[in-house]
């Protein structure tokens, strides 16, 4: 009887978790979002139809997928000079080794014209989840996400 009960919870949870919209954490990083802070943390939930912005739970901005006009994906590299020197306090040594080091940021950024209200946004993603973010905005909206770092601007 109890592998029974275990089997029905395992195949309970499995259909939980499919049937769920993937969810992610994301810092909003500025855009036409204007009751939002920049630097603020928001949650990004994709659906088939929308792409849903909350903050605390609270839904903030919901974007139709259709709507989405490009999706552009970059990175911001710095050495970490602040870590390095506080390490140099401690050991000169390390403190050096730290100052070769470098960090990167990741941003996706979405813009979107709904019927004539255009508007977008940009979104630093944790290094372990841009990739699903991108395949997922991707996946939903039918667009190909644009490297921003490839783009070469001519005045």
Not at 47 to 56: G, K, P, Q, V, Y
Not at 89 to 96: D, N, R, Y
Request: charged residues 20%.
């Amino acid at each position: 009887m109890q592998r029974i009960i275990a089997a029905f919870l395992c195949v309970l949870m499995a259909s939980y978790a499919i049937a769920a919209d993937p969810t992610y954490k994301v810092k909003y990083d500025g855009g036409s979002i204007s009751d939002v802070k920049v630097g603020t943390d928001l949650h990004m939930s994709l659906s088939a139809d929308r792409i849903h912005f909350l903050e605390n739970g609270k839904e903030i901005a919901s974007v139709p997928t259709s709507a989405v006009t490009e999706i552009s994906y970059g990175q911001d590299v710095h050495r970490r000079v602040g870590a390095a020197i506080g390490l140099a306090v401690v050991s000169f040594g390390i403190g050096a080794l730290m100052a070769l080091t470098k960090s990167k940021k990741h941003f996706v950024g979405v813009t979107w014209d709904d019927a004539g209200k255009k508007g977008g946004l940009a979104m630093q993603c944790d290094k372990n989840e841009y990739r699903g973010i991108l395949a997922g905005l991707e996946g939903v909206t039918g667009k190909k996400a644009v490297d921003s770092d490839a783009m070469t601007v001519k005045n």
